[in-house]
């Protein structure tokens, strides 16, 4: 079975800077997918960014990116220029490769307060 | 495009009692999952649905059981409802026959938040 873990219940980061959530796996496959979704007070999930386990290369959305290190098992979320509409829960997730698209493994979640 | 709908949007039922949800998939999906996510955590998977049968299940008992209409909408069913099922319940859906990555994202619902008394 997979596990996602995610160590920082809440993080506060003034507009502007930047802040870093941190997220680790454990499993033992070797093809995965890994995302950040946001979970703003709407309640409705939202896809930050994904990466795929087989590529080397961290992906970047925007102001978001990622530092995925797949023999660490780790995959944080860099947000950078955080903007006071950054303010939700952000959960990171596993995926099999060999699991249908939507079954996602959530962690626990992060709750990220963007101040003026 | 509407996205994910999800109805209702608040749900209050008592203990014992049964409940059924249900979620329209966005224009072009033809699978939908099931989340029940407790307050303060993440949510946790209950089951897919994909030509009307389930293709996919997570650790939940057979109290929690579900359907899938020909026109790919869904429900979800909980019978005897306890207090620990008081959650939000969050569908998402997804295209299961998709070409490459960004075909197949899963894109969620508000969710309905059950309590139960």
């Known amino acids: 079975a997979q596990t996602v873990t995610q160590s920082q219940p809440e993080m506060s980061v003034q507009e502007a800077e930047t802040v870093t959530l941190s997220c680790t796996y454990d499993?033992?496959?070797?093809?995965?997918?890994l995302f950040w979704y946001k979970q703003p007070p709407s309640r409705q999930m939202i896809l930050v960014i994904r990466?795929?386990?087989?590529?080397?290369q961290n992906a970047t959305e925007n102001r978001f990116s990622v530092n995925f290190q797949k023999a660490a098992k780790s995959f944080s979320l860099k947000i950078s220029d955080s903007q006071l509409g950054d303010t939700a829960m952000y959960f990171c997730a596993f995926m099999k490769h060999s699991d249908s698209w939507g079954k996602l493994q959530f962690g626990a979640g992060t709750q990220v307060v963007v101040t003026p | 495009d509407a996205g994910v709908t999800q109805s209702p949007t608040h749900l209050i039922k008592t203990r014992g009692q049964q409940v059924t949800l249900r979620c329209s998939p966005k224009s072009g999906h033809d699978t939908v999952s099931w989340y029940q996510q407790a307050l303060g955590q993440g949510p946790q998977f209950i089951f897919q649905y994909y030509e009307e049968e389930e293709r996919q299940r997570g650790n939940f008992p057979d109290r929690f059981s579900g359907h899938q209409f020909p026109n790919y909408s869904s429900e979800l069913n909980v019978n005897a409802l306890l207090l620990g099922d008081s959650a939000l319940y969050l569908c998402?859906?997804?295209?299961?026959?998709?070409?490459?990555?960004?075909?197949?994202?899963?894109?969620f619902g508000q969710g309905t938040r059950l309590t139960v008394v």
């Open positions: 499993t033992s496959e070797n093809n995965y997918y």
């Open positions: 990466q795929e386990a087989y590529k080397q």
């Open positions: 998402a859906s997804s295209r299961l026959q998709g070409g490459g990555l960004g075909d197949t994202e899963a894109f």
